[in-house]
């Protein structure tokens, strides 16, 4: 059975930093392609980070130069570090990993970014 477990979240003032991390079980880890993405009522799940199996790299525009996303393959975990919170960073932010054709989504960590 595959699970992806996020940690990480909470309440932040803007300018601050939070670290996500998702642990993966059930996949093969080391050639997933795993990502983040989040999500705010109303509104589209949108592409946050991802990173793949050969350790290729994408960010979303809105968030280049203040998230960081790793991969730990020994550890089946990959994390993203967030500094420089904006407001509008504030969402429910889902771990994702892809294998073989194959999906799977964590539960969500929620962030929540104040003034």
């Known amino acids: 059975q595959v699970q992806l477990v996020e940690s990480g979240g909470g309440l932040v003032q803007a300018g601050g930093s939070l670290r996500l991390s998702c642990t993966a079980s059930?996949?093969?880890?080391?050639?997933?392609?795993m990502a983040w993405y989040r999500q705010t009522p109303g509104k589209r799940r949108e592409l946050v980070a991802v990173?793949?199996?050969?350790?290729?790299?994408n960010y979303a525009d809105s968030v280049k130069g203040r998230f960081t996303v790793s991969r730990d393959n020994a550890k089946n975990t990959v994390t993203l570090q967030m500094n420089s919170l904006k407001l509008e960073d504030t969402a429910l932010y889902f771990c994702?990993?892809?294998?073989?054709?194959?999906?799977?989504w964590g539960q969500g960590t929620q962030v929540t970014v104040s003034s």
């Open positions: 990173v793949t199996g050969g350790g290729s790299i």
């Open positions: 059930g996949i093969i880890f080391r050639i997933s392609t």
């Open positions: 994702y990993g892809g294998v073989g054709g194959n999906t799977y």
